[in-house]
T-cell receptor, first 114, second 111 residues
Framework: DAGVIQSPRHEVTEMGQEVTLRCKPI?????LFWYRQTMMRGLELLIY????????DSGMPEDRFSAKMPNASFSTLKIQPSEPRDSAVYFC????????????FGNGTRLTVT | RKEVEQDPGPFNVPEGATVAFNCTYS??????FFWYRQDCRKEPKLLMS???SGNEDGRFTAQLNRASQYISLLIRDSKLSDSATYLC????????????FGDGTTLTVKP
């Protein structure tokens, strides 16, 4: 039973470069979330999708961040251009419909921007 | 004020101890409540959902107090393997939906 799959696991890039993070949610889950975790700010919701449609992107820090979900089995989070303060662990999570459905997280992508 | 606040850590307890964590939330419309466990450099994983009447899973007991807007997690007979960060999460719809997380409480269980 495959869980949420994220790639890459680690990404090291230089400031100004474009970064693309990928996520495959659990099959059958209809909601997908992108979170960012840092020591200073904890786990923050960036954006979430329901049935492939972005519902709330109020957590996206600025226009350098964008996310897409072209189909039910794939989503991307892109940062262009990247900055050192974007360094964090980025988690993708999915959940199915149903009362009190919990989040299932992927392994995360550890991003370092130098 | 943060939407979800947790006890500041860290908690350092001996094996066999009972330890309790509290978490307060500010949105009275919140409907779903969860405790997640996160090991070092790993993703958060659901520990247990929190139901209105309280619920127990082995050594773990979760309680919800809607009037005071807090949830709690009690760990009895703590084991070394319980060492982790415990995150509470609150959502304002009946799916996990848009869950807001606390900053987490770190527990270290020592022999």
């Amino acid at each position: 039973d495959a869980g949420v799959i994220q790639s890459p696991r680690h990404e090291v890039t230089e400031m100004g470069q474009e970064v693309t993070l990928r996520c495959k949610p659990i099959s059958g889950h209809n909601s997908l979330f992108w979170y960012r975790q840092t020591m200073m700010r904890g786990l923050e919701l960036l954006i979430y999708f329901n049935n492939n449609v972005p519902i709330d992107d109020s957590g996206m820090p600025e226009d350098r961040f964008s996310a897409k979900m072209p189909n039910a089995s794939f989503s991307t989070l892109k940062i262009q251009p990247s900055e050192p303060r974007d360094s964090a662990v980025y988690f993708c999570a999915s959940t199915g419909q149903g009362t009190g459905s919990p989040l299932h997280f992927g392994n995360g992508t550890r991003l370092t921007v130098t | 004020r943060k939407e979800v606040e947790q006890d500041p850590g860290p908690f350092n307890v001996p094996e066999g101890a009972t330890v309790a964590f509290n978490c307060t939330y500010s949105n009275s419309a919140s409907q779903s409540f969860f405790w997640y466990r996160q090991d070092c450099r790993k993703e958060p994983k659901l520990l247990m959902s929190v139901y209105s009447s309280g619920n127990e899973d082995g050594r773990f007991t979760a309680q919800l107090n809607r009037a005071s807007q807090y949830i709690s997690l009690l760990i009895r007979d703590s084991k070394l393997s319980d060492s982790a960060t415990y995150l509470c999460a609150v959502a304002n719809n009946t799916n996990a939906g848009k869950s807001t997380f606390g900053d987490g409480t770190t527990l270290t269980v020592k022999p």
